[in-house]
């Protein structure tokens, strides 16, 4: 398939504006309705909004957060013949493009949200330099993001203009909320891949050198992202401090516990408590604290192991203290591998693109993303899935204020897309 | 000595307007310029700023808050004239009223400082009905010592105006930084009390019922606030959990372990880690942790003791999980117990001020006054200290964002303060 | 009442026979077996075995332990028609005394066990260099227990010897176990004292200087003595580390939160862990632990307090840890205070014995002593209790290997004994 | 080589006699004795006692213990001619054979030491039933050294007799303490294998199913096993508690934080703390706290990563609680890995020699072994080492108190060995 110039001129742009623009997990309002209407005015099928997201998702921001973002969106610009479809929270687009052939369904998915980070003001930070950093006190593209939602929108167009080309149909998946991996789970639960046979998610850096593609990256760890708070009763701590039911303390005992859940036979597990807030002054008995956790594994039942110990030890550490505890689920991934066949096609297709290192399988253990349930739900019902990574050179790490890509890598992920779909065809056929 | 009823009603006055325009400890920029410029209006001698502050402060805001405070005091209305003595927080003033006759000095302190409280906006309470509520978000007179200004102003008018009636010097001591235990030790440093025969701090409320008043409050603890900070080093609790240095996990084990500082026979004690602060995302490693807490003691030796403890677990937590550790003082109190001669005149004054009842002692426990650093230092040189307690009805408890006294009681002080006055003085005689 | 000197002669051979033949609690078969055969000897009645004893004992030792030191007693001489009702465990003996005259029922109390200690073997200990060191390995009157023995049997003795002075009944308890305060509460439960109107109990030594006789010592400390126990479950610490339940890890974590049971502002309180003993080998995940422990209270609020939190602990440890935890109470005393009038016919009759300095009343805080169960029984039912020390040189503390006591204080505390009973029946009279 | 039948049956009965008279690590005095014994009536080499062991030995029991174990070796029959070169913990014993021809030097080891377990009295246990049971109180093969060290008698005879089929040296090692994995490093450290070219380690059962070999077991973790004693100082819990210091806190809260050394990215760690024991009297604070503990690593790094956590956690507690921390390694081993050429070869000779199925490599990751010293002082000079598993059937597993194996697995290994030192001898050739 050709690739205009054109495109790969608005792809850029797409990426820039959406930089400028960012919008964290569950509030996607303008970037989804911009998606929606450059779809449309494309004659591409859409579902959207709650077509596409179910209604059960996790690390909600709460309704007021909700609704100043969207209002937000309104103002710079988001259309609200789109916007109320995602209003609340169903921040999701899908794409459909129908070939004139039969063949498989395959399904290309792109994740738009960015993070809460303010991002560089430094002026060598080339996003300030060319003017379409972040608007958005506090959120920040630093993930990449950004591009792929451009890459997104480029490669639906390029396959609707090429109809006679697909077999089968294409689904482009813009999943909201990738970090702290929530989003996923919402878009399998409605649905989105259940008829999809092949499936193909992509990140662009994370470390992998510039001109290479690392076609199956595996390894990824199950994960359960977990908030805990404790509710005590507060007492004055000179006068009275028998009264009080010090929640403080009883989060202390639960992160050495927590901390010292056992290692497992069954592979690598991780625990970190990352955040703990804890009382309201120096003189009163603690009556509140709140943890924010995670755990990993290296598949779902390390994982479930612990996340069950840590359950368990809130359990025990409430009653300990005579506290309250309440503990909920902000995000879910799971570990998922490439399949052997989609990572094979998608070798080939690289090596046809004129990548220079092709890299068939890569372990990128240690991290976790909720592409892995679409992966898992897709091969589950006997489809294949895969996990790319696209090389490139980043101006600071991901997550790190001065975050930036160089933007041909887009440019190169089309290209390998798009010859991976004629792989597959091709092989579908043989 | 006669009171008129003009300084009852200005009394009232003076501590409505303080009660609207609360400042926190250090940033009493308003409180005391208004204060220094109405008792030179008088005539009547005043030390101010460094002059009866030592530059030694603990728990001093950060020079951004002082400044943004004192910006405040001065748009709202605080002559500069005597605002700029106080800038940088040293907000003391002291007035020194000389008699006719020669005699003792005798101290009288008030203290002037604000909570960092929202003030109530119930309709019910009476400050928002009458109109006098804050106008400072986040900052609340919810400890009566916008009464305890302006009972020291009016006793400072009344005297001046009776100097005929005075034998020897009366000072009357304007403290700033009550709250948390911080200003008192200042202005001892600085000498306010060097030259001071008899001391007399008095308190509003407490519990104490209307119409009565305890001549002689014991049993303060003593007590030490210490913020306690771990800094270690962040790492991608993911990818490389071993590589961090948690000081999340630091402070836990810190809490566990001061909460666990043995009980001393030698008396009561008392340890709060009233707040914990730590981390920064749930997937890092975290690289910092902040902890609020206090000892206190039935004396210095048992208090001493328990601040050692955790200065001990503090260093060898800090070994423990090679992190580092600073912790600094930032309130200190001493205990304290009034002088049986001085209890003894006091209950005489109240007595003759038609007080109904008339408690000569009553022990305090458990709460902590750095008052007790001017009784230490003026019983140390011979003197005689008091801390007295003027009951009456409250709205709510202290530190309660429903906090209101009942003005009366500021008046029934006025009565007993300058009865003892004379009483002092009639002794003296004897 | 006349003292006979053949009485003073026969008390310290009765001692040094009781000290070199110890038992410890509820395993005292000689020690009762000798004191029972020489009450009847003199026409003493008594009351022995389950007729002084309660079935309900804390802290009993293993059947097997109890076999082998009845088994020693037998072989060491005691006659089994009186050991053979202490037999299991209840080595209680009560004497009864009726007067000639009417009277109130007056008790002495002594008890009678040793500790599990072994004694010096230093020449110079006056025990070995007069031959009547403890020939049981392992078990020394370490606490002065032999000589209150033997106070008591001379008590006895002279009383019987003089009915006709006796005004109403005297009745003297020789009490087991009183180390780890056990054995007293058996005895209130089975009724010794329910009928008894005047309540004497004493020790000699405590720290008290010769020739000294402290007539009322209050400040006992409400205590209960536990054991705790988790068992978990065992598995290969290197190969299956995740099958296992850590009942080590379990109780550490145990220590570490009643070690932070929060103080108590209604006064004094301890608690100590004194001993854990977990684990079975290094590579193994410990699947039991077991805990000795303790708490006290200035009174059985405080004390009741700490009880309760040991046990929420304990419950929410097990849980935390999927551990099964049990705990028994194997002691228990209250606080306890003298009453005022026996405490007065105390000082009046100790002044009359000659001995040098008498003190009314003294505060013996933070030990405890499960005579308060006698003194709380007695005092609710309207009667009158004491606790009186006498004083004595101590070669050694109590508890130590060296401990010894000059043998001079018991004809002392016999001529106060004596004289107080005389003394309580001139008071009822009047 | 043939292997006669009246070697089989001497090797059964060797078996029997060391499973007899169970010695445990570097007390094997009369097995050691009788190994010496039998390999010098057969006209073989022997180094013994300092010659192979050097002074530096982990985990050594006792002087007293050494002393008492040696004594019962002489009373039970061992040559004091030999004996003595084993005194104090010097147990054992390398056979040198000299080939007729030059060749490489080739190294067996046999590992010779009990465990501290009471064997099983049941009727149905085996070494009972037909007499050869421990006649040692708490001592036990209950791991199958005792066929080890008859195997290698075996060989050594065998080897012996065919002097002209041996190529170069061939060397059998007897090697005490291997159970808590302490003797390999005193062997390696003596220079025992400094001249070996091919190094075969073996061990019978481990789970192994009957008539099944495994030429190469890798994976063994690197393990560190450590005593840690804390020593505080004493204290009654109620009258003096804050003049304790607690060695059982200051343990309890050092688990706690080693339970909580993180995971590392670097691979699989362990940690466990196995056993602790503190404290001597429940009224007491506690003065004295042990730990036995030990870590493990998939590799040195990640070993040594554990082992520094642990110490700094050590001494991080001693500075916390005032007390005074020790720590000693009692012992240590290596990860290992099979060489791939020597592996080869005994695939090769295994499968020559009839066994039914033989397994090149098998993962047995979780345990550890100190053979691996050897192997890796061996491959680090350019050698090939292995270690090899014999399948049978057990009675009950390792280190269980019913603990038999099928004797006949000794033959087998017999057969192995003896082929594969000629296919070594045969490949050296080639």
């Not at 459909?96 to 809460?116: E, K």
Request: charged content about 20%.
């Amino acid at each position: 398939m050709e690739i205009p110039q054109s495109i790969i001129a608005q792809m850029n742009q797409w990426r820039r504006d959406f930089h400028a623009h960012p919008e964290v997990g569950w509030t996607e309002f303008r970037t989804a309705s911009k998606i929606a209407a450059y779809l449309e005015e494309q004659d591409i099928d859409i579902l959207l909004g709650k077509e596409v997201i179910s209604e059960n998702r996790m690390g909600l921001p709460s309704q007021e957060q909700l609704q100043k973002s969207y209002e937000r969106a309104i103002k710079e610009g988001a259309d609200t013949k789109y916007a109320s479809h995602f209003e609340g929270g169903y921040t999701g687009v899908v794409a459909t493009i129908p070939g004139d052939l039969p063949g498989p369904t395959v399904a290309f998915r792109f994740d738009i949200d960015a993070l809460p980070i303010f991002e560089s003001i430094e002026k060598k930070h080339l996003p300030l330099a060319q003017g379409f950093s972040s608007i958005h006190d506090g959120e920040m593209h630093a993930c990449g993001h950004d591009g792929h939602a451009a890459i997104g929108l480029a490669l639906a167009t390029i396959l609707s203009q090429n109809r006679s080309s697909i077999e089968g149909v294409v689904k482009i998946i813009f999943q909201p909320a990738e970090e702290s991996v929530r989003g996923a789970k919402s878009m399998v639960e409605a649905g989105v891949v259940e008829d999809v046979d092949y499936f193909l998610a992509m990140h662009i850096g994370t470390g992998v050198p510039e001109n290479t593609v690392v076609c199956g990256a595996d390894g990824f760890l199950a994960t359960t992202k977990i908030d805990v708070e404790f509710s005590g009763m507060a007492a004055h701590a000179g006068a009275y401090p028998e009264e009080g039911r010090n929640a403080l303390v009883a989060a202390a005992q639960a992160v050495i516990a927590m901390q010292g859940i056992s290692r497992s036979s069954l592979g690598d597990s991780r625990i970190n408590i990352g955040t703990l807030h804890a009382g309201s002054g120096r003189n009163v008995i603690a009556d509140h604290a709140k943890l924010q956790l995670e755990t990993r594994g290296i598949n779902t039942v390390v994982n479930t192991y612990m996340y069950e110990e840590v359950i368990r030890i809130t359990e025990g550490i409430a009653q300990m203290y005579g506290v309250t505890a309440t503990h909920s689920i902000v995000g879910e991934a799971n570990s998922a591998s490439s399949s052997e066949r989609l990572v094979t096609l998608l070798t080939e297709a690289a090596n046809k693109s004129g990548i220079e290192t092709v890299i068939p399988r890569e372990n990128f253990a240690a991290g976790s993303e909720d592409a892995t349930y679409f992966m898992e739900a897709v091969q589950e019902q006997g489809g294949y899935a895969s996990y790319s990574v696209f090389g490139t050179e980043l101006a600071a790490g991901h997550h790190h204020e001065a975050f930036d890509f160089k933007e041909n890598v887009m440019e190169q992920a089309l290209h390998v897309l798009t010859s991976a779909l004629l792989t597959i065809y091709q092989k579908e056929r043989e």
